[in-house]
């Protein structure tokens, strides 16, 4: 079942979406040469100290940490300790979440840690951030959860290929439903199945958490003996980037975004709904 939600409901899940925002501004700016991903964990848990609000991922599953540090060839589920130093030239996905009154945050974003790094992992996280948006953009009354993984995948196979030869969707982890709960039906692929069908009809109060993870070389990963740490197959870098969306009756707002996704959702000809918090 497809938990649809009220204007007032979408509201409360905007506040908790504007202290994932909060805690990827405060983790972007610490995410430097010489920090430990257990140090980003701190910065989360202070922000959200701050706001009132708590951590959907502390716990989750056993999971021991407030947000997931996943750097280089780790795609996802990393856990911050104090032994993983970032080192100039690394990239690391912060994926962070909160709620508010109940009500579920989630969002995710590359960093680039100090500089040099390669064309081809600058190309990679815009790439893997510009499907998402593509997904985004595809939200709307009368498509279907499939047009949102046809977009997504679509994006990421129109674009020029790496000189590692292919970017690799990754097929084992998507997107998911969102709202009472971090993750809910439906489960959202980054590529197109035709065993999944065409998925539920997006309809006002539909919100989904939009999550495309590309790597620089294979789409098959494996997990850690720590039952969490998501790695490539071929230990090809990967990048992640993700926003919580609801469907409102005048568009999609991005619930995640400080602005709601207006500028982005502008370049693809899309009007983002008003801020209910405005």
Known sequence: MVEIKTP??????REAGLVVAAIHAATREAAVPGATTKDLDEVARKVLAEHGARSNFLGYGGFPATICTSVNEVVVHGIPDTKTVLKDGDIISIDAGAIVDGWHGDAAFTAFVGTGHAPELIELSRVTEESMWAGIAAVKGGNRLVDISKAIEGYIRRQPRPA????????????????????????????????????????????????????????????????????????????????SVALTEDGPLVLTAVDGGRAKLAQYGVTAAPDPLA
């Not at 007032?8 to 899940?13: F, P, T, V």
């Open 8 to 13: 007032e409901q979408i509201a409360k899940m």
């Open 164 to 243: 590692s030869g292919k970017y690799g969707i990754i097929e084992d982890y998507g997107g998911h439903g969102i709202g009472s709960e971090m993750h809910m039906d439906p489960h959202l692929l980054n590529y197109v199945s035709r065993k999944r069908g065409k998925g539920p009809k997006l309809v006002p109060g539909f919100c989904i958490a939009i999550e495309p993870m590309v790597s620089l070389g294979t789409a098959k990963t494996h997990v850690l003996p720590d039952d969490w740490t998501v790695l490539t197959d071929d230990k090809s870098w990967s990048s992640h980037w993700e926003h």
